[in-house]
């Protein structure tokens, strides 16, 4: 599963040729969770609320590139780190 971003102990990767809808997994100690990237929805697992609500503003804040991400992923072509939530 390659990582694109890692942030205050949250992991955030995506899969090469993973299943629509377009998302990313986040893994916080022992909890994980699959985020939709248009929405910002829960479609799986659970992540304890603060670190839902850091990964749902860091994946906000980096949409086009999750998205972008995705397309790449897709593709199974190399996928871009996006930068850590400050």
Known sequence: ???VGRFLGIT???FYGDHPPPHFHARYVEHRAIIEIDTM???A???PPRALGLVTEWATRHQ????????LA???APLQTIAPLE
């Open 64 to 71: 086009a590139e999750l998205r972008e991400n995705w397309r």
């Open 41 to 43: 929805r829960v479609i």
């Open 12 to 14: 955030v990767a995506m």
């Open 74 to 76: 897709r593709a199974h």
């Open 45 to 47: 697992g659970w992540l």
């Open 1 to 3: 599963m390659p990582q």
